[in-house]
C-alpha cells in the first residue's frame, strides 16, 4: 500500500476579543512543529465572512507522522494554550488522493529565467 500525504484540518471558533491570544499561541505551536519528522507545512486561516470562524491546516508526509506527532510527550502542552482560546473545535484528517501543481514543481524556476530580475 502506498503511504498518501495527509492534510489534518482543525475548524475552531476563537471569541474576537482572544484572537491576538490565539494568534500568539499558532506562532508558538507554528515555529516548534518545524522540524517534527513528517510535518510538511501549516497555514492559519480566518473566514472572510466570520471573523470568530478560523481554519488550521497541516500537510504530513503521512497520517502516521502526524498521528505520532499527537502521541508525543509533550503535545497536550504545547497545544495548550492554542485551545484555551477555541470556543469550539472539529479536527478533520483526509489523505491527498491528488494536486495540482505536483509537489516538486510548485518552486521550480525554469533555467532560462533570469531570476535576479523579479
Do not use: K
Amino acid at each position: 500500500m502506498i503511504e498518501r500525504r495527509a492534510r489534518v484540518l482543525f475548524l475552531v471558533r476563537v471569541a474576537v476579543e482572544r484572537t491576538a491570544d490565539f494568534l500568539q499561541a499558532y506562532e508558538l505551536v507554528r515555529h516548534q512543529v518545524n522540524g517534527v519528522p513528517g510535518h510538511l507545512m501549516d497555514q492559519v486561516c480566518r473566514s472572510a465572512v466570520d471573523p470568530e470562524q478560523w481554519l488550521v491546516t497541516s500537510e504530513w508526509a503521512t497520517l502516521a507522522d502526524f498521528e505520532a506527532w499527537e502521541r508525543s510527550t509533550g503535545h497536550l502542552e504545547l497545544l495548550r494554550p492554542m485551545r484555551e482560546c477555541f470556543t469550539e473545535a472539529r479536527s478533520l484528517r483526509f489523505l491527498v488522493h491528488a494536486q495540482t501543481p505536483e509537489p516538486e514543481t510548485v518552486c521550480s524556476v525554469p533555467a532560462e529565467v533570469d531570476v535576479a530580475h523579479w
